[in-house]
């Protein structure tokens, strides 16, 4: 695989992870380009070489730079994209315009009209009211804006609720209101400047069980065979969304995209051949699943701490400012002395952040070798939601990412500095 020890160093895609952190410092974020491509290949067997008329949209919220970008066009995938600030980031890395799907619960006019500028392949409609405001930006633009409408298909999911998005309560989708669902559907269709192509769900995240996008498949489907009785519409185009879940300790259960995929196309194909209904382009938005497993985060080890009878604690010179997810989710990880990577496992630590917050504890109760001030922590499944929810909490600077491949190096995002951080700060003249 991508991992390997050598001369005890842990080794990422070729790269010894100890000499990366002399090398670029620490906190650091490390993609393997092996890893990412790996993921993407994955995909394309179990789904797109698999099905004709299918497209992988990379929900790109996930992990979103120049070099990201790059990559995903280079495999032919397209990106999802959440705002304005990761559309201006794509057209920046020259991402094909058609290849671009644009979500998100409440985009602003700005944002559309940027991503009607530019062309944009999808816009994903959450709401009534942003049908109104993109017919009418369209039509002053003299374009069409090719949508599909985000459905809340009610379904509950195994995850932490904080990522589950598919209930009935949420403020993700258009509900399957009868007074609210169907007149909307009538303005898209009827709406000059607006091509209506059909339905989108995205159930939630880290997800281990298909039932739910089942389910929301069944609903879906429903949907547009309902659609096509009620208005003589067919609607080309289904998004089931992402949440494929990930390997984030080693215990844990990855499945194969087939276990997710293959039943849902099963489904989709037998209800269109029973309905006679043309089987749509079926689209799928994974993020996290491209990205976590193929990066992982460095950080230098500083004070150690042991309480007497209950634990040591080892301070990182980062944390939740680079990784939020176990403060935010409960999120759990694992990791190795990277510079000790085949030692014998003789203590029990608990990898505390540098941040101002009693949550801010990476991994508890992690065996490993003996460690000292000064060793390098690896943390393992870092690539998603990592440097995407990066903030500069307690002043700390968003950490640098380098992407690794065969044993090369190469910095894709620069280490901010501290006068990058207070650049657009201001004193007023009465102070
Ligand atoms: C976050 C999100 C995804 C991707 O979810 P993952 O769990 O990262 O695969 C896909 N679609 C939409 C609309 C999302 O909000």
């Keep these: 695989m991508n991992f390997e020890v050598k001369n005890h160093h842990l080794y990422f895609d070729g790269c010894d992870t100890v000499a990366l952190a002399q090398k670029y410092g620490t906190p650091l974020y490390v993609f393997s ?6 993921e993407c290949n994955q995909l394309k067997a179990a789904f797109t070489n698999r099905y004709p008329n299918t497209r992988v949209a990379y ?12 990559i995903m066009a280079r495999e032919g995938f397209c990106i999802d994209v959440v705002s304005g600030g990761e559309l201006y980031t794509a057209i920046q890395a020259d991402f094909p315009a058609e290849h671009i799907e644009f979500n998100g619960n409440n985009k602003s006019d700005e944002e559309l009209s940027l991503a009607l500028d530019y062309g944009v392949g999808r816009i994903i409609v959450d709401g009534l009211q942003e049908i109104e405001r993109i017919q009418k930006l369209a039509s002053e633009k003299q374009t069409t804006a090719k949508v599909l409408f985000r459905i809340t298909p009610e379904v509950n999911v195994q995850t932490h609720s904080y990522i589950s998005t598919g209930q009935k309560d949420s403020k993700f989708g258009i509900p399957l209101d009868e007074e609210i669902l169907w007149p909307t559907i009538q303005k898209a269709i009827d709406a000059s400047n607006i091509e ?13 069980d298909n039932s739910a996008h089942l389910t929301a498949a069944k609903i879906a489907l429903d949907l547009a065979l309902e659609v096509r009785k009620r208005l003589n519409y067919t609607i080309k185009e289904l998004n089931y969304g992402g949440g494929f879940g990930v390997k984030y300790l080693p215990d844990e259960l990855r499945q194969p995209y087939e276990y997710f995929l293959t039943p849902l196309m099963e489904l989709t194909e037998s209800f269109c051949r029973k309905h006679d209904f043309p089987r749509p382009n079926i689209v799928i938005e994974p993020g996290r ?14 004070e ?3 309480l007497p009878g209950i634990r040591t604690y080892a301070a990182i010179d980062g944390g939740m400012t680079d990784n939020i997810r176990p403060g935010l989710y409960d999120a759990t990880y694992t990791g190795v002395i990277a510079n000790k990577a085949d030692e014998a496992k003789t203590e029990k630590i608990t990898i505390s952040g540098k941040a101002c917050e009693s949550t801010d504890i990476l991994v508890k109760d992690l065996a490993v070798p003996k460690v000292e001030t000064g060793d390098i922590f690896a943390t393992f499944t870092t690539g998603a939601y990592g440097y995407s929810m990066a903030s500069n909490y307690n002043k700390l600077p968003i950490p640098a990412v380098v992407l690794v491949k065969d044993g090369q190096d190469a910095l894709i995002v620069k280490r901010q500095s501290y006068e990058q951080m207070i650049q657009n700060e201001l004193v007023p003249d009465f102070l």
């Design 289 to 302: 699943s491209i990205v976590a497993e193929a990066g992982i985060s460095l950080h230098t080890i500083g």
């Design 33 to 38: 380009e092996n890893a990412i491509v790996s």
């Design 304 to 306: 150690i701490k042991t």
């Design 59 to 70: 929900a790109s919220k996930a992990f979103s730079t120049l070099a990201i970008y790059k």
């Design 196 to 208: 209506f192509y059909g339905f989108h769900f995205h159930v939630g995240s880290q997800l281990k």
